[in-house]
């Protein structure tokens, strides 16, 4: 069963969030701590962990995470000068909040590779 997140606590209104987009299924918001001049995240109302536990029936909300990124592209006006969006999956992916969130970066050249080299744990 998925435990609750801090994001959970975002959708439910518990801790004041940035938020740019809201419909009854997704909310949009500014990341606390952002990587790029643009760093929103997007996420489903329904807690998912992570990519590893989408099913089937939630292609519809996942796919609905990308459209709603190509709308705030767009109103922003960053659509045509690029962005990135990316979502990290468990540890080895650098995922850090249990609810499945799709990052939006944009503002200025992003860099690739995006990793840099950590050790792992024994
Ligand atoms: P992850 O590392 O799981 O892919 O990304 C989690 C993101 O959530 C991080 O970029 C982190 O800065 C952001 N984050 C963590 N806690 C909060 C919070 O309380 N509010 C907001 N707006 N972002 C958060």
């Not at 292609?59 to 000068?81: M, R, Y």
Request: glycine content about 6%; aromatic content about 8%.
């Amino acid at each position: 069963m998925n435990q609750p997140t801090i994001f959970s606590k975002i959708i439910d209104r518990e801790i004041p969030a940035d938020i740019v987009y809201e419909d009854d299924d997704v909310l949009a918001f500014s990341d606390v701590n952002p990587q790029a001049p643009v760093h929103l995240l997007i996420i489903p109302k329904k807690p998912i962990a992570t990519v590893n536990d989408i099913t089937p029936e939630d292609e519809k909300v996942v796919g609905h995470l990308f459209t709603v990124a190509a709308k705030i592209a767009a109103d922003k006006g960053f659509a045509a000068d690029g962005y990135r969006v990316v979502m990290n999956c468990n540890d080895d992916g650098g995922q850090t909040v249990y609810h499945l969130h799709l990052h939006l970066l944009a503002g200025k050249p992003l860099g690739w590779p995006p990793y840099q080299e950590r050790i792992k744990r024994a």
